[in-house]
């Protein structure tokens, strides 16, 4: 029984996964899709193609893009022969190439990373999903972390309007479910050296990408990335990826996804688990219209060969999966033998020894194609050991570009915090100015300033320190000669600050000493009135209550002329300074 016979049956399309594509806008066009009615084989309309529910929750929708439509032609395959995480694998790979590396999908570079390998069993070769495109084993690429199996895929097939693109030979062909897989030359192509010159520095950018620390890019959070924007990276789109203009994106297929949704959709296609996070964010900022390409950036366009007239030289069948060279087989001939049948047999001696002859060159080919053989390996093993070293090398530029990159880090902090340090001083300077300018209403001006906000502002300083230093200077000298006459009993401080604070109680000072004054000058008269024996009587003198302030002034007035001489008797020199006649008791 054929493979095929095996593999179709009806398809069984869940509710949920019609809900799915209704969320991810897959379903907007009225006609984009098409689900089999009864049928157990395949028989999509005109202009419609067999593709899989696990197809398109991976990126693919129509128009498909050319990329896609190249490969196609190139590998000769048709869609349905594509298992879904080869699919999920072109889709990386464009979001690579337009989001992170800022070039169309390059034919070269995937030449350099993928290959093409059959899928089967021990018992039957796949028909559907026959063909899986494999990461060559020498290549270092991002881990895309896909699932172990893909469940029931199969059985989820479907029929996806496929537009005309704009030549009818460009479009993918039509579904063939009859086709045998055939691999060909082109599923092993390798670039050229000029080719792998070319694009040396692509694959540096991917190893960067992958390998630095702290900003590591996984295949995952680039799988999250185009799901979470909307934009399915296997159709034919307006604009490039790096020209992603959110929300408002004219190749969005739909809103935002909810969390939940979007948690759920990155679980099924890979392999991650309910503990296991799901990126919230790519750690490289994508390239878009707010992180647009830098200026001169290189463009590298190169897609699949298309058809122009015929088939390209790629398209040539490899005889099988081994590709051994042809055996010759001998048939036996008849023991009786006619007159005719000598000739054909001379004849076919002829062709023998032609044969023959062919066969001792192709065995002396051979024999120079093993020579040549084991000088390639020689060479590949000496290309190997340089590329070893050259990658070490390349390890030890790394490390000195990463330690180059923390001291250049490290710098810009230490400028960062020395510059904030000192506008913290500046701050203060200015602000103790403006305190001593607000207390002396004393202002400077430099007459050659230094243009430096900190010297100058130190200049200022100094300026009001100088200010302040000879003030303090003659108020001490001040306060010092007026101590002795204010605080005769008492011992002048050492410090300015507790001379200066002796003058500066709760009382009035002049007015204390002006009533001991008084007092003394007082009891000096008592004094001298008892001495002269005169009868006075000072219950009348001491009731300032009966005597009215008006009586009081004339009587210290009719006083002052015998001042002089009262204090003179007393021993006393006379003050310069008039007295008051205010009484002061």
């Not at 893909?150 to 479907?158: A, E, F, I, S």
């Amino acid at each position: 029984m054929a493979a095929e016979d095996l593999e179709w049956e009806r398809s069984k399309i869940s509710n949920q996964d019609v809900n799915m594509m209704k969320r991810l806008g897959l379903m907007k066009k009225e006609d984009a899709i098409r689900f089999p009615s009864e049928e157990s084989y395949p028989n999509p309309p005109m202009e419609y193609r067999v593709s899989f529910v696990d197809h398109l929750i991976r990126g693919l929708s129509t128009p498909i893009h050319d990329f896609l439509r190249g490969l196609l032609f190139v590998y000769g395959i048709q869609l349905h022969q594509l298992t879904p995480n080869s699919i999920l694998h072109i889709s990386i790979f464009i979001t690579l190439c337009e989001c992170f590396l800022g070039i169309t999908p390059n034919w070269v570079l995937w030449k350099r990373i993928f290959c093409l390998r059959r899928n089967g069993s021990h018992n039957a070769t796949y028909n559907i999903g026959g063909v899986v495109i494999c990461v060559r084993t020498d290549v270092d690429y991002f881990d895309v972390k896909f699932p172990d199996s893909v469940q029931g895929w199969r059985k989820r097939w479907l029929y996806i309007h496929e537009e005309s693109a704009n030549s009818v030979e460009h479009n993918i062909v039509p579904f063939d479910g009859s086709a045998k897989i055939q691999r060909r030359r082109s599923w092993d192509a390798e670039a050229s050296e000029e080719e792998k010159k070319a694009t040396e520095a692509l694959m540096s950018r991917i190893h960067q990408l992958q390998n630095t620390r702290g900003k590591e890019l996984s295949g995952v959070q680039i799988t999250a990335y185009f799901l979470r924007i909307r934009v399915q990276p296997l159709q034919a789109r307006k604009n490039p990826l790096w020209t992603y203009a959110g929300g408002n994106d004219a190749n969005r297929l739909s809103n935002d996804l909810s969390v939940k949704d979007l948690e759920k959709l990155i679980r099924r296609i890979s392999s991650l688990s309910k503990r296991d996070p799901i990126p919230s964010s790519c750690r490289v900022e994508p390239y878009s219209s707010t992180n647009p390409l830098p200026k001169n950036h290189p463009t590298m366009d190169s897609l699949p060969p298309l058809p122009e007239g015929g088939d390209v030289e790629e398209r040539a069948v490899v005889a099988d999966d081994n590709q051994e060279a042809p055996s010759f087989v001998n048939e036996p001939a008849d023991s009786r033998k006619s007159a005719g049948s000598i000739e054909k047999d001379a004849a076919s001696e002829e062709k023998m020894a032609a044969i023959n002859e062919r066969s001792n060159a192709l065995a002396q080919k051979l024999e120079q194609s093993e020579e040549a053989r084991k000088k390639a390996e020689l060479d590949a093993v000496e290309a190997r050991a340089e590329a070893d070293k050259a990658k070490a090398d390349a390890a030890g530029v790394e490390d000195l570009r990463k330690r180059l990159h923390a001291a250049e880090n490290s710098l810009s902090e230490h400028i960062a915090a020395q510059a904030a340090r000192e506008e913290a001083i500046l701050k203060r300077i200015r602000t103790q100015s403006r305190r001593f300018l607000n207390r002396t209403s004393q202002e400077f001006e430099l007459e050659d300033p230094d243009n430096d906000a900190l010297l100058d502002a130190l200049s200022f300083l100094e300026f009001h320190g100088s200010e302040a230093r000879e003030g303090i200077d003659h108020a001490k000298a001040g306060l010092s000669r007026l101590f002795p006459y204010f605080f005769p009993k008492k011992e002048e401080p050492a410090t300015f600050l507790n001379l200066a604070k002796c003058f500066d109680p709760p009382e009035d000072l002049g007015l204390k000493v002006r009533q001991e004054n008084m007092k003394v000058a007082v009891e000096s008269t008592v004094a001298l009135v008892a001495n002269s024996q005169q009868t006075i009587d000072w219950a009348k003198v001491g009731d300032t209550e009966q005597i009215e302030q008006s009586r009081w002034r004339s009587l210290i007035k009719a006083a002052k002329p015998n001042t002089k001489k009262i204090l003179a008797y007393l021993g006393i020199a006379p003050s310069s300074t008039p007295s008051s006649s205010r009484p002061e008791v």
